[in-house]
């Protein structure tokens, strides 16, 4: 502690005592502004009675095309809309929008992560596409990136990492905040594993190591191996979302 | 490099508590990032040495950078301890499940105008 000022200032001789300057007590995230436009997200999102999921991994592992899956196997019994976030182009929007269901496609023109303005803006883009206000479901599919998203809330229930076979096992070990900040982690393209050396168990052990909370599932959307356990995790958590049964928050 | 993101959000915060207390020039910030933030500090440096210089009220401030552990409480025995980095196994049964509390902090904590 400074022995001039008062202060929590190690460095004591650095700071100046003129009798201008002033040492202000903040104590208040950086993310303040972020949380409290996610928190505004959420209400949003409740009011419409839709669960949001928030989905983090690297460029590839196969979001888009758990989507397009996701879509094909639950039309007609869950009402799905999409949130895309990339740096540039509207590639991915235009493959969700190609299965029927309401997407908004928000570029982040260089930004490496989506935040809860960028949502609450698409948000209310996605209301005014066809069926883009009555839903049960969103994804929001953000930027193919395993580091910066995971520090931004933007307002969802459930936050969902996927890490593909062909990038290795060691994801949870190299990127932790991804996998301590989620609920649920996807192993995806399972269907590639006699060709990469993925040990499951693992991957599986290590993400649980840093957070033991997490549900697993391994799964190829293009085999269909292990795809109905992520199907059944999507019915529960849309069934339980009467205000009462989402035990999402983290 | 979301650690941009989050210098600029300082310098919004900075500007307006400049204007609340009515002060000119920002000597020295203190912020808490926690070792499972996600922050890279030097990268956070970094970007706030590029930002900090374009702005009068904050040219020349020194960052002051503090870590605050985190909390790992055992699934078995729910032993808890305060570690920096997180450890192999629960030292009272060797559990190996431990469950991370805080650590994630990044908190403008205090600073100093004039």
């Given at each position: 502690?400074?022995d001039s000022c008062g202060c929590d200032l190690t460095n004591s001789h650095n700071h100046s005592h003129d009798t201008n300057s002033r040492v202000i007590e903040v104590h208040q995230s950086l993310l ?173 052990a290590d993400a649980l190591h840093l957070n033991p909370r997490l549900q697993v599932m391994a799964l190829s959307a293009t085999s269909g191996e292990g795809f109905e356990a992520w199907i059944d995790y ?17 | ?114």
């Amino acid at each position: 502690m400074c022995d001039s000022c008062g202060c929590d200032l190690t460095n004591s001789h650095n700071h100046s005592h003129d009798t201008n300057s002033r040492v202000i007590e903040v104590h208040q995230s950086l993310l303040a502004a972020n949380d409290a436009i996610a928190a505004e997200n959420k209400a949003h999102f409740e009011a419409m009675g839709v669960v949001a999921i928030n989905m983090i991994s690297s460029p590839g592992s196969g979001k888009t095309t758990l989507l397009e899956k996701t879509i094909e196997r639950l039309k007609g019994k869950i009402r799905i809309g999409v949130i895309e976030g990339d740096i540039e182009t509207d590639r991915d929007a235009q493959r969700i929008r190609a299965k029927g269901v309401p997407v908004v496609q928000l570029t982040t023109g260089g930004a490496c992560h989506l935040d809860a303005a960028q949502i609450h803006k698409g948000l209310h883009l996605l209301e005014k596409e066809p069926g883009g206000d009555k839903l049960d479901l969103l994804f929001i599919e953000n930027v193919g990136n395993l580091v910066c998203p995971a520090t931004f809330n933007l307002g969802e229930h459930q936050r969902v990492v996927l890490v593909s076979v062909p990038e290795g096992p060691d994801k949870p070990a190299k990127y932790p905040k991804a996998f301590i900040s989620s609920q649920i982690f996807v192993i995806t393209k399972t269907d590639l594993l006699p060709y990469f050396d993925f040990p499951v168990d693992e991957a599986r052990a290590d993400a649980l190591h840093l957070n033991p909370r997490l549900q697993v599932m391994a799964l190829s959307a293009t085999s269909g191996e292990g795809f109905e356990a992520w199907i059944d995790y999507l019915q529960i958590i849309v069934t339980g979302n009467n205000k009462s049964g989402i035990q999402a928050e983290s | 490099m979301h650690e941009m993101s989050l210098v600029q959000a300082l310098l919004t915060q900075l500007t307006t508590l400049a204007a609340e207390h009515k002060k000119k020039r920002v000597i020295t910030v203190t912020l808490d990032i926690g070792p499972l933030s996600g922050v890279v500090i030097d990268s956070f440096q970094f970007g706030f040495d590029i930002l900090s210089a374009e702005d009068s009220l904050t040219k020349g401030a020194k960052l002051i950078i503090i870590n605050s552990p985190a909390t790992y409480q055992c699934i078995q025995c729910g032993y808890r301890q305060l570690l920096p980095v997180r450890p192999d196994h629960c030292p009272e049964c060797d559990e190996t499940l431990l469950i991370p509390e805080g650590g994630d902090a990044i908190i403008l904590n205090q600073v100093e105008m004039e």
